[in-house]
């Protein structure tokens, strides 16, 4: 008990220096003290409260001002409660409180430090209430910061809303209009960047939602945890206890902390809000009431003369510097190639040396660029100039857009370019510090060499940035001429049709190869197309015609179709040389294409050239015309066309039947109709032995005779061609006159049917199948003939027995 009596004395003396208790509270250790004083004291060392029935007493900073741990704290409070709660009074109590017990905290330390000695490396319970109690009284800090700038930004918003009510009399503070267009510039740029900071602190607030509802989560979890402690208090110790306490406070203190950073993150948002509200009336205000003057125009030119020549004087000290830059390196690189096992000294320092020569240089080139997109920049002002004041004419404006697009694309190009030299500086920068920190002070010339090199990197990594928002600003300048001329009035219908035939013409004569200083465009192939498909309805209707005609006029019909189909090809080949003429294409590049095709044909199209080339020779050597009767492969019939790929041939059950015309030249190929259209056919007959063969050679040669279609010469012939099975055979050839299958047969019918009347009259039989039947048996078949009657069943009996 003594022990804790002078730890309390200790206690109340340090807090009375520190002037936070009141001069009664150093009087003896009371009944009355020691309850004011439990705040101050670890719990830890007063385990003899509990027995002499004082009430528990554990550390709890700014305990009114916190509900107890067994109500969570909810997520998002009022305004009102969070203002309350980050108060510059209550914070700076809260802060007075952390800080006395913080060294309250630290005395107990150090004091457990000397009693435990030095052989102790273990943290103690104090040491975590201190970096507790640390940590509490930064957030605390961050808090007050947090105050102070939600202050701030409620008299921004305040002062935003003032300006905001003032625009809306349609009036700008110290601007009258007319307004310069360098001040309506002025304003989009700004509308852009408003939009810029607004996508930005929406991404903000979203982001500090998040933070505060992890920090609530995180609030909920270490009260949970403090609960389960004490109702584990058994087991636990008291220092236990306070620790958890003090992670509580610390995880609460973060939640408000947290909630503070929302409320700004939102005050920001409502900030760029208002400032895009602002700047949108701003540019509404100006509308239409810009002026660009002559004299505004030669402003803008000469600022451009001025950093011309700002430019040329850069580039002109950087040409002497990259002179001595470069001398610097030779010397360097030539007395290291002349010292033998040259140290790594030797090395940065040619390096270092280049480096620093090429940032000279590549500033330089950096420079160059933009002295060349001044003369571009300064035409564009001009030509806005032109459009504002209504001087350009209509496809002057449009050659603009289009030149002014080719000059941004080139821009962007330049852009992603530097943005891949900044990638690859970055990653040399990352290496070069690597190399530093590798070093750690061992080696201090080569760490000079190389902090060297970093600066160069770093000046490169500048140069570069810098070219980047040039870039940005010589591309805003030119879209600014295109948002011109694209902001102007509507056109009219005569404008319209104007600029539909210019976008038409500019369509028709886009150049699509170069073959032979030759532009082929699209008008040309458009119209060698056309060309070639009127071309082809004009020969396939002057080819039919022809071969309508020719008959008329005594020409054959084989050969009349013939002709229509050689005309038909050298028209088609003659309207396809002239479309390629017309095109302007010269007949030169067949020369290559030639083989190419070749060697198509030759693998890909072997069947279909060949084919198509004994088309050609079927016409030319006519084997077989149109109107022949051709037997190809057991298959009869009439050619009924020739084509390029394939001949038509119609039988006599009227079907076509397609057949390749190679199989014409390659194949055994029978023509009845080549020479004329007379044909000899013949009918086979036979008759029942012992008839009167000279009646039936008289008989068979009158048939034919007296058959009409029968030709009287030569005269029909009759032939006894062989002793048959079962009837004696004869054959009449006769010769007929006949175009197609279906007349041949009907001729042949014609004499059957005569022969057939002539032999029924002649009672000449015409013989059929007989067979004989030879039955060998044991004995005689008895046979009987019983009148008309039917055979008995004995009768068949023994006639089954025989056989």
């Not at 933009?370 to 564009?380: F, N, V």
Request: proline share 3%; net charge negative.
């Amino acid at each position: 008990m003594t022990e804790f009596y002078r730890r309390l004395l200790l206690c109340l003396c340090v807090a009375s220096f520190a002037g936070i208790l009141p001069p009664e509270a150093n009087a003896a250790p009371t009944e009355q003290n020691l309850s004011a004083t439990q705040q101050l004291v670890p719990a830890s060392n007063v385990p003899n409260l509990r027995d002499v029935g004082q009430p528990e007493a554990v550390f709890s900073p700014n305990a009114a001002s916190r509900p107890d741990a067994s109500n969570p704290v909810a997520l998002v409070s009022a305004e009102d409660d969070l203002a309350a709660e980050t108060s510059s009074a209550v914070l700076e109590n809260k802060q007075e409180e952390v800080a006395a017990e913080l060294r309250v905290a630290m005395l107990q330390e150090k004091q457990e430090a000397e009693s435990a000695g030095n052989d102790n490396d273990q943290p103690s319970a104090d040491s975590s209430r201190v970096d507790l109690l640390k940590q509490i009284d930064v957030v605390i800090a961050q808090q007050q910061s947090a105050t102070s700038s939600n202050e701030d930004h409620d008299a921004q918003v305040a002062s935003l809303k003032q300006l905001l009510t003032r625009l809306a009399d349609g009036k700008i503070e110290d601007k009258t209009p007319p307004y310069s267009i360098v001040f309506q510039d002025g304003l989009k740029e700004s509308v852009r960047n408003a939009n810029t900071r607004l996508l930005s602190a929406e991404s903000s607030v979203v982001s500090a939602r998040d933070a505060a509802e992890t920090a609530k989560l995180e609030s909920d979890d270490r009260a949970r945890t403090l609960r389960q402690l004490k109702e584990t208090s058994t087991s636990a110790t008291e220092n236990e206890i306070q620790i958890a306490e003090l992670e509580q406070k610390l995880a609460e203190e973060m939640l408000v902390l947290r909630r503070q950073e929302l409320s700004i993150a939102e005050a920001n948002q409502t900030i760029a809000k208002l400032q895009l509200e602002i700047e949108e009336e701003k540019l509404a205000i100006v509308g239409d009431h810009i002026v660009f003057t002559r004299e505004m125009l030669e402003q803008k030119l000469d600022d451009f003369d001025l950093r011309e020549i700002e430019l040329k004087q850069q580039v002109a000290r950087l040409k002497n510097e990259l002179h001595f830059a470069e001398r610097r390196w030779m010397a360097a690189r030539q007395e290291t190639d002349s010292t033998p096992n040259a140290g790594p000294e030797l090395t940065e320092r040619v390096d270092s040396l280049k480096v620093a020569q090429m940032t000279l240089q590549n500033h330089s080139s950096l420079i160059n660029q933009q002295l060349q997109r001044i003369p571009i920049l300064k035409k564009a002002w001009e030509r806005r100039f032109l459009v504002v004041t209504n001087q350009a004419e209509r496809k002057e404006r449009q050659a603009w857009v289009e030149e002014t697009e080719q000059q941004i694309e080139q821009i962007e190009r330049d852009r992603r370019a530097r943005q891949f030299k900044l990638d690859e500086l970055r990653v040399n920068q990352s290496n070069v510090e690597a190399k530093i920190d590798a070093i750690n002070g061992t080696n201090p010339a080569v760490r000079r060499w190389l902090e060297s090199k970093r600066d160069s990197l770093a000046k490169q990594v500048e140069f570069y940035n810098s070219s980047v928002i040039s870039l940005d600003n010589a591309e805003r300048t030119l879209r600014r001429l295109n948002n011109q001329i694209d902001g102007e009035p509507g056109r009219s219908v005569s404008e319209i049709i104007e600029d539909s035939w210019d976008q038409t013409q500019r369509v028709w004569n886009y150049e699509l190869a170069n073959i032979d200083d030759t532009s082929l465009t699209v008008g040309k192939v458009c119209s060698s197309v056309l060309l070639l498909f009127i071309g082809f309805m004009l020969a396939r209707w002057f080819s039919a015609l022809l071969g309508r005609r020719l008959p008329k006029w005594g020409v054959e019909e084989a050969a009349a179709h013939a002709i229509e189909s050689l005309t038909f090809y050298a028209l088609l080949i003659t309207l396809g040389l002239t479309a390629l003429r017309y095109a302007n294409v010269p007949l030169t590049v067949f020369t290559f294409l030639g083989g190419a095709v070749a060697i198509g044909v030759g693998f890909g199209s072997q069947n279909i050239l060949n084919n198509f080339i004994s088309g050609l020779i079927l016409l030319a050597e006519r084997p077989i015309k149109v109107g022949d009767l051709v037997s190809v492969d057991g298959t009869l019939g009439n050619v009924t066309t020739i084509g390029a790929r394939s001949t038509q041939i119609r039988t006599g059950e009227n079907q076509d039947i397609i057949v390749p015309n190679s199989k014409f030249l390659e194949n055994n190929v029978t023509n009845l109709t080549r020479r004329d259209d007379r044909l000899r056919t013949s009918v086979t007959i036979g008759v029942a032995y012992g008839s009167n063969l000279d009646s039936v050679l008289r008989l068979l040669a009158r048939a034919a005779s007296e058959q009409s279609g029968v030709l009287d010469r030569p005269k029909p012939m009759v032939w006894f061609n062989d002793f048959g099975d079962n009837a004696l055979v004869f054959q009449v050839h006769f010769w007929i006159q006949a175009k197609n299958v279906t007349q041949m047969r009907m001729i042949e019918t014609g004499v059957r049917l005569k022969i057939d009347s002539m032999f029924r009259e002649a009672e000449i039989v015409i013989a059929f199948p007989q067979r004989d039947l030879h039955i060998q048996a044991s004995r005689p078949i008895d046979l009987r003939l019983v009148g008309s009657n039917a055979p008995s069943q004995d009768d068949l009996d023994s006639i089954g027995d025989a056989a």
